[in-house]
C-alpha cells in the first residue's frame, strides 16, 4: 500500500465504521495484516518534511489507525511511539507537526489505558470520543465529563463541537445543571450560552427539567441585546419559555 493510497482514504474518525467509505473500510478490514501493519507503521514513522508528508501521515492516523479495534490498534504501538516523539519536530508552513504527536499520543493512552474515559482535551482528541462512545454506557459514568464537553459548545468551528453533542445527548438529563449554572456565570458570551440551549431545546424533553432552568430562561428573555452575536439568545429563550408553558397548560389540561 502506498503512502498515496493511505493519504485518499480520508473521513474523521467520528463515526462508525459502516459509514466510512468503502475504500477506506477495507483497509481497516485488513489493517491486522502484517503488510498493511508495515506499510502503514512506515508512513506513521518517516519524517514530516513537507505539507504532503504531514496530510498522508493526518490520512494514515485520523481516517485509518483511530479507528481501529484495540486489539489491532496495539499492533501500531511502536510507529504510535516514534509519531509521538516528534513534538519538538520542526513543522512544514501551514501544518503542525506537535499536533500530530499529541493525537498519536491520545491513541497510546488509549491502547494502554483500556479502561480510561476523557473528554477532549484539545481540538483534534478525536480518542476522547472513541474512549466515551466505547466505555462509557450509564449516567453516572459520563456525569464527570458533562461540564468539559460543555465548553467545546462555545464554538462550532471547533472539531469538537458536533462530536460532544453526540455524547452529551446520550444522557440529557444531566446537563440541566451544569447549563443552569453556565448561564448563571457566562452572561458575557452570549453565543456559547445560545448554543447549549439549543442543545437543551434539541435534547432535553420539555417538563420538569426545563423548570429548573426556567428563571434563568427568564432572565435571557428579558436580557437586553448587546450586539449582534446576543441578537438570537433572548429570542430562542422566548420560545423555549412559550414551549414550556405550553407543555404545562397541556399536562393541565
Not at 475504500?23 to 502503514?40: M, T, W, Y
Not at 501500531?76 to 499520543?105: F, I, M, N
Request: glycine share 4%; net charge negative; charged share 25%.
Amino acid at each position: 500500500m502506498s503512502d498515496t493510497a493511505v493519504s485518499q482514504d480520508a473521513a474523521r474518525p467520528d463515526s462508525g465504521e459502516s459509514s466510512l467509505p468503502g475504500a477506506q473500510q477495507e483497509v481497516i478490514r485488513r489493517a491486522a495484516d502484517p503488510s498493511v501493519v508495515s506499510s502503514i507503521s512506515s508512513t506513521l514513522s518517516k519524517p514530516i518534511k513537507t505539507k504532503f508528508d504531514f496530510f498522508v501521515v493526518c490520512a494514515a492516523l485520523d481516517d485509518i489507525v483511530s479507528h481501529l479495534p484495540l486489539a489491532t490498534l496495539g499492533l501500531y504501538r511502536p510507529a504510535l511511539e516514534t509519531l509521538a516523539s516528534a513534538d519538538s519536530a520542526p513543522s512544514p508552513e501551514g501544518v503542525s507537526v506537535p499536533s500530530l504527536a499529541a493525537r498519536a499520543r491520545d491513541a497510546i493512552k488509549f491502547i494502554d489505558n483500556p479502561e480510561m474515559t476523557w473528554a477532549p482535551q484539545h481540538k483534534f482528541d478525536y480518542m476522547a470520543f472513541r474512549s466515551l462512545s466505547e466505555r462509557v454506557h450509564t449516567a453516572e459514568q459520563m456525569e464527570p465529563y458533562v461540564d468539559e464537553l460543555l465548553s467545546w459548545l462555545a464554538d462550532p468551528n471547533w472539531p469538537p463541537y458536533l462530536g460532544c453533542k453526540k455524547q452529551l445527548a446520550r444522557f440529557p438529563e444531566l446537563t440541566i445543571g451544569p447549563i443552569r449554572e453556565t448561564i448563571l456565570k457566562e452572561r458575557n458570551d452570549p453565543e456559547w450560552l445560545l448554543h447549549i440551549l439549543e442543545f437543551a431545546e434539541e435534547y432535553v424533553p420539555v417538563g420538569t427539567l426545563w423548570k429548573i432552568m426556567e428563571p434563568q430562561l427568564i432572565q435571557l428573555a428579558n436580557g437586553e441585546i448587546e450586539d449582534e452575536e446576543g441578537f438570537e439568545l433572548p429570542e430562542t429563550a422566548q420560545r423555549m419559555l412559550r414551549l414550556l408553558k405550553e407543555a404545562d397548560e397541556g399536562d393541565a389540561g
